[in-house]
């Protein structure tokens, strides 16, 4: 039986927060920590980033494991089934960059 994978939103304020998902997503992931969270956000869009996006599909046992991981310092893991990423990234007032 195939299990559909899960589109997930990662959004994380700059900073300690941010270096924290680095640091569980290479360990969960088995990625490098430049690869994770490289779309700036900000609330105009414009330079410096505020935020930083991940989007992309998981495997529903990583989706769960993000979940089961603490979130701190306001990062967000999102199932982005529920809206588009534009507007998940509207109702939290943040654009990308660029």
Not at 52 to 60: A, M, Y
Request: proline share 10%; charged share 30%.
């Amino acid at each position: 039986m195939t299990v559909d994978p899960v589109h997930v939103l990662i959004i994380s304020p700059d900073g300690p927060a941010a270096e924290k998902v680095r640091e569980v997503g290479e360990k969960l992931l088995n990625r490098p920590r430049s690869a994770l969270l490289r779309k700036p956000l900000s609330p105009t869009g414009k330079p410096p980033a505020t935020h930083w996006l991940c989007e992309n599909d998981f495997p529903r046992e990583v989706f769960e494991q993000m979940l089961a991981y603490p979130k701190r310092l306001g990062t967000e893991v999102i199932d982005g089934r529920t809206a588009a990423a534009e507007q998940i990234l509207e109702r939290r007032g943040l654009k990308v960059v660029g």
